[in-house]
T-cell receptor
Framework: AAGVIQSPRHLIKEKRETATLKCYPI?????VYWYQQGPGQDPQFLIS???????DKGSIPDRFSAQQFSDYHSELNMSSLELGDSALYFC????????????FGAGTRLSVL | GENVEQHPSTLSVQEGDSAVIKCTYS??????FPWYKQELGKRPQLIID?????GEKKDQRIAVTLNKTAKHFSLHITETQPEDSAVYFC????????????????FGKGTHLIIQP
């Protein structure tokens, strides 16, 4: 069965640079979520989109923005990167009105040097 | 916002014994409580979930109980095996089943489960 696809899997950036992470949800899923997980920590919810509209907002910094496109894929844009942004970034998707179970992608490991 | 407390942070049990992990939540509007298993560097994987209209759910060696009044839910793993060793996260969210999507999950801090051979 198709899963959530994230790209790239690994990303190395310098401080103050920008980064774009991509997420392709499971086919037919209409909701996408972004989470940030620091080393040894729990995943922290950043933001979600339902039918291309922002549906919930968590602890997303102002330096980050995200959107969901017409094909339901989503991108997380991160600017003015800081050392503390180094983390695993997970995307999850769900089908609204069905079970709303969130299925996670394999994640993007971002290292800011 | 929602706050989820999870205990214990580390749990070591003998292979074949049972393991119990407990969570409490603060927001009475939360109605969906999943449990995820995560191995080092891997994605969280759903192992079981429960919704607020159900008090207990079981899937083979895994069971979850929910007490809405006390805002408390627990994971029970019986006959533990070495492959059960991982970090387990409980989570809570509000879900609207008639449209409008679902909230992002609020996770507990995680329990590192160690199965001793």
């Amino acid at each position: 069965a198709a899963g959530v696809i994230q790209s790239p899997r690994h990303l190395i950036k310098e401080k103050r640079e920008t980064a774009t992470l991509k997420c392709y949800p499971i086919p037919r899923h209409d909701t996408v979520y972004w989470y940030q997980q620091g080393p040894g920590q729990d995943p922290q919810f950043l933001i979600s989109f339902y039918e291309k509209m922002q549906s919930d907002k968590g602890s997303i910094p102002d330096r980050f923005s995200a959107q969901q496109f017409s094909d339901y894929h989503s991108e997380l844009n991160m600017s003015s990167l800081e050392l503390g942004d180094s983390a695993l970034y997970f995307c999850a998707s769900s089908l609204e009105g069905d079970t709303n179970i969130q299925y996670f992608g394999a994640g993007t490991r971002l290292s800011v040097l | 916002g929602e706050n989820v407390e999870q205990h214990p942070s580390t749990l070591s049990v003998q292979e074949g014994d049972s393991a119990v992990i407990k969570c409490t939540y603060s927001d009475s509007a939360s109605n969906y409580f999943p449990w995820y298993k995560q191995e080092l560097g891997k994605r969280p994987q759903l192992i079981i979930d429960i919704r607020s209209n159900v008090g207990e759910k079981k899937d083979q060696r895994i069971a979850v109980t929910l007490n809405k009044t006390a805002k408390h839910f627990s994971l029970h793993i019986t006959e533990t095996q070495p492959e059960d060793s991982a970090v387990y996260f409980c989570a809570a969210a509000g879900v609207m089943y008639s449209g409008g999507g679902a909230d992002g999950l609020t996770f507990g801090k995680g329990t590192h489960l160690i199965i001793q051979p």
